[in-house]
C-alpha cells in the first residue's frame, strides 16, 4: 500500500506542501514545509488493530517524511525503544505506528500513505 512519491504534493525543495494529519482523527502532526519525501524502504509494523492476523507483522513502506528534529512535530507520540528505534503514533488517538524515530540519527520518518493531507 505505499503511496507514489509524485502523487503527493511537494514543493521544489521536496517539502511538504500540505499540513499532515493522523488518518483517524482531527490532530495535526505536522505544518506545511516541515518535512522533506525521501524514498526509502524500511518495514514499519501494521498499524493496530483487533485483528490477530496482522500481529507482530509489518509492511515495507517506500515514501516517508524526513523530519530532521523531533521539536518541529505539532503533536506526536512515542513508544518504549524497540531495537534502535522508537515507534511514532497520533499523540491524541494513539493509532499507530504512523513512523519512527531512529535514535542513532536523531531524525524522524512518517510514512506518507498512513497520514493524511489538509
Not at 61 to 83: K, P, R
Amino acid at each position: 500500500m505505499s503511496t507514489n512519491i509524485i502523487e503527493l504534493k511537494k514543493d521544489t525543495e521536496g517539502k511538504n506542501k500540505d499540513k499532515i494529519y493522523c488518518s483517524f482523527c482531527p490532530s495535526k502532526m505536522l505544518n506545511a514545509g516541515a518535512a522533506r519525501l525521501i524514498n526509502m524502504d524500511f518495514a514499519l509494523p501494521y498499524i493496530h488493530s483487533k485483528a490477530e492476523d496482522k500481529a507482530n507483522q509489518s509492511e515495507t513502506i517506500s515514501a516517508y517524511w524526513l523530519i530532521e528534529d523531533m521539536y518541529t512535530f505539532e503533536n506526536i507520540g512515542v513508544s518504549h525503544t524497540v531495537g534502535n528505534v522508537k515507534y511514532l503514533a497520533c499523540a491524541d488517538c494513539e493509532r499507530g505506528p504512523v513512523g519512527w524515530h531512529d535514535l542513532s540519527t536523531k531524525k524522524s520518518y512518517v510514512a506518507s500513505c498512513r497520514v493524511k493531507y489538509e
